[in-house]
């Protein structure tokens, strides 16, 4: 039975470190994507932004999601092989890449 009290805390801990994983990699994407789009097109005018329609903040997104989900299926892969042989260098680039997330957020928010 695959019931939340019957998985061991192996199978807690990677599945809490796909999450992570996904939590980190969607951001990133949008704010790629806005990246992107900014350097693209140049600054834009708040007003025509009013009048348009949204379908691109939410194919932005949808996209994101996507991303963030392929994010989450590596990293639980990762975890899974980590679990048997632990890294401890792992840790860095998680901690690389959450800041890379807060410097993303303060310069483009």
């Known amino acids: 039975m695959s019931t939340p009290e019957h998985r061991s ?6 599945a809490a470190i796909a999450a992570l994983g996904f939590a980190v990699g969607a951001p990133v994407a949008y704010a790629a994507q806005r990246i ?6 140049g600054a834009s005018d708040p007003a025509l932004i ?5 379908s691109a ?3 932005r997104t949808v996209i994101a999601m996507w991303c963030g989900g392929l994010v989450a299926l ?3 892969r990762l975890a899974r092989r980590a679990v ?3 890294r401890p260098w ?4 998680m901690v690389g890449a959450l800041l ?3 410097i993303v957020a303060v310069i483009l928010p």
Do not use: C, G, Q
């Open 9 to 14: 805390a192996e199978d807690r801990a990677v």
């Open 90 to 93: 792992a840790a860095w680039w």
């Open 36 to 41: 992107f789009e900014r350097l693209r097109s």
């Open 84 to 86: 048997a042989e632990p």
């Open 57 to 59: 903040f939410i194919w």
């Open 50 to 54: 009013l009048r348009t329609s949204h």
């Open 100 to 102: 890379a997330v807060a």
């Open 74 to 76: 590596s990293v639980h």
